[in-house]
């Protein structure tokens, strides 16, 4: 049996490409779940300026409607990026058949409509 350096080198190289990939898209999830919570604490934010405005303005009679739709028209901004996120998440939360083109759960190993192996 002859040893070949170069397949071992080229085989190390595919390995590491792979397991890069991966790095890539384990930094990639965590990016976009860190942005999803801090959506969160900005839409609840919005949302005590919102209740903070409402008590004064019961409070003192003054019409303070302005703000108000101002700062629903930046909950309305903050909860559509933060539905943009849910949705890329929950696409990188699948796997696809490459064969069939079934979405499949991300633990799936095989396709639970064909079996071909993810």
Known sequence: MAFNFDDLVTGAKDV??????????????SKTQLDRSQLRGKIKEKY????KICYDMHECGDDKT???KKIIGEIKELSDKLEEA?????????????????????????????GEKL
Not at 19 to 27: C, L, V
Not at 88 to 100: E, G, L, P, Q, Y
């Open 66 to 68: 302005g703000e108000m």
């Open 86 to 114: 849910d949705i890329s998440v929950n696409a990188k939360k699948s796997k696809t058949c490459r064969f069939c083109g079934t979405a499949n759960d991300a633990v799936s190993a095989y396709c639970t409509k064909c």
């Open 48 to 51: 005590c300026e919102l209740g």
């Open 16 to 29: 590491f490409d792979k397991a890069a990939a991966k790095a890539g898209e384990a930094i990639d999830y």
